[in-house]
C-alpha cells in the first residue's frame, strides 16, 4: 500500500489531464499511486493515446494507476465521494485535473502533514495572469503558524473568510516570494485550499468526507471548503509556501454554482462530537 493516493476528478479535459499527470512524473515523492474518475459524456479519453502512455510511463515508475468512469454526473462532491471510498493509502491527495505541480510540491505536503498531524495541508495555485497584479489588502490577513497546527474551533460567524484572498489570482506565488524565497517550508493558517490538498484520509472520513452529496443539487460548489473547515474545527489544517502549483487555464467544468455546500456547516459542525469547553448546540447559521 502506497503512503499516497493521488485522486484525480476529470471530465471534458483531456490535455490537461496530461499535463497534470507529466508533472506527476517529476516528484520527488515517489511513494504514490494515482486513482483518476473520468465524468466526460461525449468524448471519453482515459483510453486515448495520450493518457494511456502517461499510464504506463507512470506504472514504469512504480506508481500504479487506476482509471474508472463515474456518471452519470451528480456535482462534484459525489465525484470526491466517488474516489474517496476507493482510497486505502493513508493519506489522499485531491488534485484537480488542470494543476501542474512543481517536482517537491508533494514531497513537501507529506513532510507537513507527517509533522503536524493535522486534517490538510494544501497549497494553493496560481494560474501566472497576474504576476504583475498585486493588489492592496490581498495579503493582509496572511498569518503563519508559530508552534504546531493547532484546531481553530470556529462557529460560521467566526470562519475568517477573508484568508480566501491569499489564494485568488497569482496572490499564492506573491507569498511564495515574499515569505519563502528560499525555499524553506512555511506553514500558514487558511479558511481553504482549492485544487492542490492531502489529507489524513481517517481524519477526512471522521468528519464524514463528502458523504453529504446527496442533500445537494449538482450544480453546487464549495465542496472542498466544507469539508476543510469541519477538518479545521476538529485536526486544523494548513498551507504551505513554496506553493509551486499552476493552474492550466482551462475553462471550468463548473459553471453553474448557484447552491454552496459550505452553507451546510452551521448544521453539520454540531453533529460531530463537542470540542473540548463547547456545547453541542454550537454552530450559529449562515446568513
Not at 515508475?61 to 493513508?90: D, K, Y
Not at 495541508?121 to 497546527?149: I, M, T, Y
Not at 453539520?268 to 448546540?281: I, K, R, S, T
Request: charged fraction near 25%; include cysteine; aromatic fraction near 8%.
Amino acid at each position: 500500500m502506497p503512503q499516497v493516493e493521488i485522486l484525480i476528478p476529470t471530465c471534458g479535459r483531456k490535455t490537461a489531464l496530461a499535463i497534470t499527470l507529466t508533472g506527476l512524473l517529476a516528484q520527488t515523492f515517489r511513494d504514490f499511486a494515482v486513482l483518476i474518475a473520468d465524468q466526460t459524456e461525449d468524448e471519453p479519453y482515459l483510453e486515448s493515446g495520450e493518457i494511456r502512455s502517461l499510464r504506463l510511463a507512470l506504472e514504469l515508475r512504480g506508481h500504479a494507476v487506476q482509471t474508472l468512469v463515474n456518471l452519470p454526473r451528480r456535482g462534484m462532491a459525489q465525484q470526491r465521494q466517488f474516489l474517496l471510498e476507493r482510497a486505502r493509502a493513508p493519506y489522499v491527495h485531491f488534485l484537480d485535473d488542470d494543476v501542474l505541480l512543481g517536482p517537491t510540491m508533494l514531497e513537501r505536503m507529506v513532510q507537513v502533514l507527517r509533522s503536524e498531524g493535522c486534517g490538510f495541508v494544501g497549497a494553493g495555485v496560481s494560474g501566472l495572469r497576474h504576476l504583475d497584479d498585486l493588489r492592496p489588502g490581498d495579503l493582509d490577513s496572511f498569518e503563519p503558524w508559530e508552534g504546531p497546527v493547532q484546531p481553530e474551533p470556529h462557529t460560521w460567524e467566526t470562519i475568517p473568510w477573508e484568508r480566501y484572498r491569499l489564494h485568488i489570482r497569482d496572490n499564492p506565488w506573491h507569498l511564495t516570494r515574499l515569505y519563502a524565497a528560499d525555499g524553506r517550508t512555511v506553514r500558514y493558517k487558511v479558511v481553504w485550499v482549492g485544487a492542490n490538498t492531502l489529507y489524513d484520509r481517517e481524519k477526512l472520513l471522521s468528519v464524514g468526507g463528502f458523504g453529504w452529496w446527496t442533500e445537494l443539487p449538482p450544480n453546487h460548489s464549495g465542496e472542498e471548503v466544507l469539508a476543510q473547515l469541519l477538518l479545521a474545527r476538529r485536526y486544523g489544517g494548513c498551507g504551505i509556501l513554496p506553493a509551486e502549483a499552476f493552474h492550466l487555464q482551462v475553462p471550468t467544468q463548473t459553471a453553474e454554482r448557484d447552491v454552496k455546500a459550505d452553507h451546510m456547516f452551521p448544521r453539520l459542525a454540531p453533529l460531530l462530537a463537542p470540542l473540548p469547553g463547547e456545547d453541542a448546540a454550537g454552530g450559529g447559521a449562515p446568513p
